[in-house]
């Protein structure tokens, strides 16, 4: 598995707006939350009808067609499910396994951004108190971040019978960043279902995390360009 540092930086970094901003690894494509949600009436998803109707068109089997048109819809709900928990950036990640016997295989991840509001506290406080009532983490760091005080666990998880969810064991790498505000904190999250390369994926959202800044990393003459 690829692990080496080659960046993208996220639209994010040019919005002097955005509250966060952070590079991810290369292998990552953003998932557009509010386009793939827009109101069916909008503008946008009109946009997003035609430009996924050549794709739709290009199935030649009606039976296929109609279960990518059901797991397009079934993406949609988890990316609403999303929102509706202060999510507000969702990253799908491709990478190549090159740890396994026989490498060339792929391996995949979600990765989120996602505000939560706390109570106000010393942002080394909220940090470590973010992973120590978190339940069933493990592998619990605290760290020291060009960003500020934070911390990293990761939790695994099955789904259960009632959530009709294949029952695969789902890795969760969380990094919790309070802000200087004191008031929220921004939880990053890697998921996958490869747990056996939770060292690599830790890895990832730790180079992540020291890379995300609540401040601006383009300078004013960068911003003017």
Known sequence: MDTAPNLIIDDSA???NAGIWFAVPGGF???????????????EADRLRQALSPLVEAIPDGVAKQQFIAQLASGQQLLRALREVGTVHCALGVHRDDIAEGSGGTLHSLFTVSWRDIAWAPRSVSAARAVATAQHHAHVEYLDLPGGPASMG????TPSIESGLPPTPLLQVHAYLPHPDHKRMAVLTLSTTAVERRV???AILHSIAELTSFESPLDEGQKEQ
């Open 29 to 43: 494509t953003e998932l557009p939350i509010d386009v793939l949600l827009a109101n069916p009436a909008s503008a």
């Open 154 to 157: 990761e939790t695994v998880r």
């Open 14 to 16: 040019s919005d002097p």
């Open 200 to 202: 690599q994926y830790r």
